[in-house]
């Protein structure tokens, strides 16, 4: 992390943006963080149907006229200990980055923080292609003016507001930073916008769940080409691509684009028989588990798993009820069953990480296998399931 802007002036302001039926709950939120002058701004046309970027835009224009930094929150979020304090810290320290301080548990970003966390790394930059985590979220005063120039006051339309943020953050090249582990956690509730779909909505690694708690002062991560992604219980590689948007491969189609399908099949093979699943697809989540895991190992650039166990361990957690959340019929057997869910993901973990030391990092795909994958953005519209192994 730079040291050179230690001593430089912040000034920083903040909104909890509000639907009226969470009114009571913003308010608390805005009275915890006093020293920010925090303003609750209220959906402005609650009426007229879900809009969270009305509302998001109208908390940004709550900007204080001297500000350096503006803070909007959410008003379903969960702060960690001292969450005032790491913020001031945090923007001294990188004055000129975008901060997103929660990435969800089943999103890319969710398994960018997993493969930061690692390699003990505290800050992560946002993956390019999936939208801008938008439920803590600290601008430096010129990406403000940017947004509020870019996005009319009247706006309407179908764009959530991580979207519109990750699309006018991105046009002018400005890169996100994620702190691992994250300063906030979403709060357990309904959904007002029809996110109930995705299940329970966490995050990857809450700092108040570790030991240490927020750690701002290590190091940035380099921006990960490979991302292990557990979704709805089947494992999909989003894969870098050069120029492009990220492409997706099962972790079948990966592993023999490798040459590597054979090599952890016997001890994945005694790990998963070890839990006695009850049934052959959830047999099939083990199996999964096993290799989300080893995956992980198998690309960490740093050659060994290196970061905090409490953090990692948590991260292994988030892996296996994140990969779950939005599938009842596989997330509550793996609610009831998460400790052991857990040791058979540090099994994986551990032999990823020997493979990794033993024979190194796999090489990239060719260009022109990577090409040839699908989108990786499908993996929303278009998600792998278990059933199609």
């Known amino acids: 992390m730079p040291t050179d802007s230690v001593t430089s002036t912040a000034v920083i302001s903040a909104a909890v943006m509000a639907h009226p039926r969470r009114a009571a709950e913003a308010a608390r939120l805005a009275d915890a963080l006093p020293g920010w002058g925090?303003?609750?701004?209220v959906d402005p046309a609650p009426e007229a149907g879900p809009g969270a970027l009305r509302t998001a835009r109208a908390a940004w224009a709550a900007v204080a006229p001297d500000a350096t930094h503006h803070v909007v929150l959410q008003d379903d979020v969960v702060p960690c200990r001292?969450?005032?304090a790491q913020v001031a810290h945090a923007v001294r320290e990188l004055p000129d980055a975008p901060l997103a301080l929660y990435a969800n548990w089943n999103s890319w970003n969710g398994a960018a923080t997993r493969a930061a966390a690692l390699q003990g790394a505290s800050w992560v930059p946002a993956v390019p292609g999936e939208w801008t985590p938008s439920l803590a979220l600290i601008l430096p005063r010129a990406d403000v003016e940017a947004l509020l120039a870019a996005v009319p006051p009247d706006t309407a339309g179908p764009d959530p507001d991580d979207t519109v943020l990750a699309r006018e953050l991105g046009r002018r090249g400005r890169r996100v930073l994620i702190p691992v582990p994250?300063?906030?956690e979403h709060a357990d509730g309904a959904s007002l916008v029809g996110?109930?779909?995705?299940?329970?909505?966490?995050?990857?690694?809450?700092?108040?769940?570790?030991?240490?708690?927020?750690?701002?002062?290590?190091?940035?991560?380099?921006?990960?080409?490979?991302?292990?992604?557990?979704?709805?219980g089947r494992v999909q590689l989003v894969l870098a691509a050069d120029g492009g948007m990220p492409r997706r491969s099962s972790r079948e189609e990966y592993l023999r684009a490798l040459g590597l399908e054979h090599r952890g099949l016997r001890r994945s093979a005694r790990a998963v028989a070890a839990l006695r699943a009850p049934s052959r697809l959830l047999e099939a989540l083990c199996e999964e588990i096993w290799y989300g895991a080893y995956l992980m190992a198998l690309h960490s650039p740093a050659g060994r798993v290196s970061g905090p166990p409490d953090r990692i361990r948590l991260c292994l957690r988030s892996l296996v009820l994140g990969g779950t959340a939005d599938r009842a019929d596989l997330r509550l057997w793996a609610l009831h069953r998460v400790s052991p869910l857990i040791a058979l993901a540090e099994d994986g973990l551990r032999s990823g990480s020997k493979d990794r030391e033993t024979y190194g990092r796999p090489a990239p795909l060719p260009p022109e296998r990577l090409a040839a994958l699908p989108d990786a953005a499908l993996i929303w519209s278009r998600p792998l399931m278990l059933e199609e192994r």
Do not use: I
């Open 182 to 184: 994250h300063w906030v």
């Open 38 to 41: 925090t303003e609750v701004v």
């Open 82 to 84: 001292d969450f005032a």
């Open 195 to 232: 996110n109930d779909v995705y299940g329970p909505r966490h995050s990857a690694c809450f700092a108040d769940d570790t030991d240490g708690g927020p750690d701002p002062a290590g190091g940035v991560a380099a921006a990960p080409d490979v991302l292990v992604h557990l979704f709805k």
